[in-house]
């Protein structure tokens, strides 16, 4: 129940088949040390199931994994060095894990991707198992489940078996009709009353420091894909666009009355297209939708601000977003794997669409149906990314959903926020839309535009 989860600082293409798997498997390398297996060991085998093994190359999941055995972290790694680093275990027929421990390696029969076969419990599971001369030593199941989170099997029988012992937040809510009674009895905002839960984590200092280092980051990111031209990486050739947009809408802010079109889209663009090429970014709430909190947020900051107290209008975004975030979270999935690209994309705009009507100045119900009105025009939308790429559709629909965010806030501000359907409705629809699919829409890259699309 931590926003923090949901904003985590790591690298491109994808939370859920990047940043998730690494964390697996540095994980799992920390524990073997821990447990003294790193003697006895000769050999390691990773298995990527259901949508990691479909499209784990075009995600990068098995670069993802070999960066995590080595002791590699998403938040922490140097994006420049990657391609050195699996070079190395490539041409030496070795790894070494937690840059420790030297065993050989071979990428075609210790890393396998399973294309048709699935584990239990989420479409994102990898089995990792080590091995002396002789005999197994030891195995574990690990699921990435969506924006970079990552549980374990015993972690979840844990949580099945055990009495609730989660931390107690002072306002605890489950459900978005529940929040805004809290927020109304306690005459809160909804960022008000998630900095106050988030003091069950850290101090309000901390989490203040820790919004403004994710904005940090999202601003880096911007920059850097507005002044990086060229080819995305990974054989599609799709060429990047932001950069030449923002050499065409730099120099003239206020001659077109439509620009503000072009400069949402424009950052949204920037964002994905250093996801797409393996860059730092941050999660929000995963990486293939990294890009609609950015977009939305810098709008305001470059655009909007007038006298406004600028890091409080960062810390407020971000603290409202994320307060959407967690009800979709904890009351669906924030998986595409899971519910298709409603539950990133349509989640993104959803926690845009809600921050942007509170930098409106919109009350809490305003804020609700914003971020309602954003998923009910989202609910079915697939995950169909071509050749496992996330760059087509990807890029452009979080551009997309960028505007569609600032469109819903522009709705809900002109009304009172009485409206039929609930934000609770809503994501209960997406989630059961989501299950509902079938599972060449969800990440499977075997539906959608990732099979009509003919190469020219
Ligand atoms: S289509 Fe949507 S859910 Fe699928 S990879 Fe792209 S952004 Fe993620």
């Given at each position: 129940m931590?926003?923090l989860?949901?904003?985590k600082?790591?690298?491109?293409?994808?939370?859920?088949?990047?940043?998730?798997?690494?964390?697996?498997?540095?994980?799992f390398?920390?524990l073997?040390?821990e447990?003294?297996?790193?003697?006895?060991?000769?050999?390691?085998?990773?298995?990527?199931?259901g949508?990691?093994?479909?499209?784990?190359?075009?995600?990068?999941?098995?670069?993802?994994?070999?960066?995590?055995?080595?002791?590699?972290?998403?938040?922490?790694?140097?994006t420049?060095?990657i391609?050195?680093?699996?070079?190395?275990?490539?041409?030496t027929?070795?790894?070494?894990?937690?840059?420790?421990k030297?065993i050989?390696f071979?990428?075609?029969?210790?890393?396998?991707?399973?294309?048709?076969?699935?584990?239990?419990?989420?479409?994102?599971?990898?089995?990792?198992?080590?091995?002396?001369?002789k005999e197994?030593?030891?195995?574990?199941?690990?699921?990435?489940?969506?924006?970079?989170?990552?549980?374990?099997?015993?972690?979840?029988?844990?949580?099945?078996?055990?009495?609730?012992?989660?931390?107690?937040?002072?306002?605890?809510?489950?459900?978005a009709?529940?929040l805004?009674?809290?927020?109304?009895?306690?005459?809160?905002?909804?960022?008000?009353?998630?900095?106050e839960?988030e003091?069950?984590?850290?101090?309000?200092?901390?989490?203040k420091?820790?919004?403004?280092?994710?904005?940090?980051?999202?601003?880096?990111c911007?920059?850097?894909?507005?002044?990086?031209?060229?080819?995305?990486?990974?054989?599609?050739n799709v060429?990047?666009?932001?950069?030449?947009?923002y050499?065409?809408?730099?120099?003239?802010?206020t001659?077109?009355?439509?620009?503000?079109?072009?400069?949402?889209?424009?950052?949204?663009?920037?964002?994905n297209?250093?996801?797409?090429?393996?860059?730092?970014?941050?999660?929000?709430p995963?990486?293939?939708?990294?890009?609609?909190?950015?977009?939305?947020?810098?709008?305001?900051?470059d655009?909007?601000?007038s006298?406004?107290?600028?890091?409080?209008?960062?810390?407020?975004?971000?603290?409202?977003?994320?307060?959407?975030?967690?009800?979709?979270?904890?009351?669906?999935?924030?998986?595409?794997?899971?519910?298709?690209?409603?539950?990133?994309?349509?989640?993104?705009?959803?926690?845009?669409?809600?921050?942007?009507?509170?930098f409106?100045?919109g009350?809490?119900?305003?804020?609700?149906?914003?971020?309602?009105?954003?998923?009910?025009?989202?609910?079915?939308?697939?995950?169909?990314?071509?050749?496992g790429?996330?760059?087509?559709?990807?890029?452009?629909?979080?551009?997309?959903?960028?505007?569609?965010?600032?469109?819903?806030?522009?709705?809900?501000?002109?009304?009172?926020?009485i409206?039929y359907v609930?934000?609770?409705?809503v994501?209960?629809?997406?989630?059961?839309?989501?299950?509902?699919?079938q599972n060449?829409?969800?990440e499977?890259?075997k539906?959608g535009?990732?099979?009509?699309?003919v190469?020219?």
């Amino acid at each position: 129940m931590t926003i923090l989860n949901l904003f985590k600082i790591g690298i491109g293409p994808s939370s859920s088949h990047t940043v998730g798997p690494m964390i697996i498997t540095k994980n799992f390398t920390t524990l073997i040390k821990e447990q003294n297996y790193f003697p006895k060991i000769t050999r390691i085998k990773i298995e990527l199931f259901g949508s990691l093994g479909s499209t784990g190359i075009g995600h990068q999941s098995d670069i993802a994994v070999l960066l995590g055995l080595i002791g590699e972290h998403p938040k922490t790694i140097d994006t420049n060095k990657i391609e050195e680093l699996i070079n190395d275990i490539k041409n030496t027929s070795t790894i070494k894990l937690l840059n420790e421990k030297t065993i050989k390696f071979s990428i075609k029969n210790d890393l396998i991707l399973h294309q048709r076969k699935s584990l239990p419990f989420h479409p994102n599971g990898i089995k990792i198992a080590i091995y002396d001369s002789k005999e197994e030593l030891f195995s574990k199941i690990y699921y990435s489940i969506g924006g970079g989170e990552v549980v374990s099997d015993d972690e979840i029988n844990k949580s099945n078996t055990l009495e609730n012992d989660e931390i107690v937040l002072p306002y605890n809510f489950s459900n978005a009709k529940e929040l805004l009674n809290l927020c109304q009895e306690n005459k809160l905002t909804i960022a008000q009353l998630i900095l106050e839960n988030e003091k069950a984590y850290r101090s309000e200092k901390e989490t203040k420091e820790s919004l403004l280092d994710i904005w940090k980051v999202m601003q880096t990111c911007v920059n850097n894909g507005l002044n990086s031209d060229g080819i995305l990486p990974g054989g599609l050739n799709v060429p990047k666009r932001a950069y030449k947009i923002y050499q065409k809408l730099k120099d003239k802010r206020t001659i077109d009355p439509l620009a503000f079109v072009d400069w949402i889209n424009l950052y949204a663009l920037a964002v994905n297209e250093e996801n797409a090429s393996g860059k730092r970014v941050v999660t929000a709430p995963t990486n293939g939708a990294a890009g609609i909190i950015p977009a939305v947020l810098h709008y305001i900051i470059d655009f909007l601000l007038s006298k406004e107290d600028k890091e409080k209008v960062i810390i407020d975004f971000l603290l409202t977003a994320g307060a959407i975030g967690l009800l979709y979270q904890r009351n669906a999935s924030i998986s595409g794997a899971d519910v298709g690209c409603q539950g990133e994309v349509g989640v993104a705009c959803s926690m845009a669409a809600g921050a942007m009507a509170e930098f409106l100045g919109g009350t809490i119900k305003q804020i609700e149906n914003a971020a309602e009105i954003a998923m009910e025009h989202n609910l079915g939308l697939t995950c169909d990314p071509i050749g496992g790429l996330v760059q087509i559709p990807c890029i452009e629909r979080n551009a997309m959903a960028s505007m569609k965010a600032v469109n819903a806030a522009r709705m809900a501000l002109n009304g009172n926020g009485i409206h039929y359907v609930s934000l609770d409705s809503v994501i209960k629809t997406m989630y059961q839309t989501g299950k509902d699919m079938q599972n060449k829409y969800k990440e499977t890259s075997k539906g959608g535009l990732a099979v009509h699309y003919v190469e020219c």
